[in-house]
């Protein structure tokens, strides 16, 4: 364990739709290697609590209902990545979510590189996680939140005691809002929309690794550590 904080990781990328479980494997990446995970909505949130240029100009976009435009979300990425934290590698879960994002993730590597060769920032490992949608919608339309406690439950893979009765205080289960089919439904439809070039941007590039995200999660986990072990490091790449 103490072998692989020392190692130099590099990026790495993980891609894959809501619920398919990348929040839980970049938690295990970031205890594994001493890394940190970066999620760009967490980004986002900070830079707009914080008041800072990029945060505000984003706010603006969001109360007029607009998405945040790709030049504002890569500013928040490059301003994140240059801590020193960063140096040995980190983990991007959300970015890049197009293939103008990706290719713009290539070229602020290697200048990075360029800038300051004790960067280990070479090309990213670009792992997809591949699920089969009917289970997904399962786990994510079953999905009930106890208000009070905040406990999870699936009404269909751990279904409370009694039905829509939180087991520990008994409080009425709710939906949340993120949580009923047709957010969900548009959710994986614009990953799709967005991902599927950024997958095939990486697959053209040989730098593309399919994980099967239905298993249980320590298998995934075990699959995900012997890759990223296994991987050659390239340098970075980009215009």
């Avoid at 713009?104 to 490992?125: G, T």
């Avoid at 751990?158 to 949340?176: A, H, N, S």
Wanted: aromatic fraction near 6%.
């Amino acid at each position: 364990m103490a072998e692989e904080v020392l190692r130099n990781i590099g990026p790495i990328v993980l891609l894959g739709p809501p619920g398919a479980g990348k929040g839980t494997q970049s938690k295990r990446l970031s205890d594994r290697y001493g890394i940190p995970q970066i999620s760009t909505g967490d980004l986002l949130r900070e830079n707009v609590q914080r008041r800072t240029d990029l945060g505000i100009k984003a706010e603006a976009q969001m109360s007029r209902g607009e998405l945040v435009p790709d030049n504002l979300v890569c500013d928040m990425v490059a301003w994140r990545l240059r801590d020193q934290d960063c140096e040995r590698g980190f983990i991007l879960d959300g970015f890049p979510r197009t293939a103008i994002q990706a290719a713009w993730l290539d070229a602020f590597l290697k200048h990075q590189v360029l800038e300051n060769p004790k960067r280990h920032l070479c090309s990213p490992i670009v792992v997809r996680f591949d699920v089969d949608y009917n289970k997904l919608s399962l786990r994510l339309t079953g999905r009930r939140t106890c208000p009070t406690c905040g406990r999870i439950y699936n009404v269909h893979l751990q279904p409370p005691l009694v039905d829509e009765i939180c087991d520990v205080d008994g409080t009425k289960l709710i939906i949340r809002d993120d949580d009923r089919y047709e957010v969900i439904q548009e959710r994986l439809a614009t990953y799709e929309r967005q991902t599927m070039p950024v997958a095939e941007y990486y697959k053209k590039q040989g730098r593309l690794i399919s994980v099967n995200a239905d298993r249980p999660v320590d298998e995934v986990t075990a699959e995900l550590f012997q890759d990223i072990e296994n991987h050659e490091t390239a340098p970075a790449s980009g215009d």
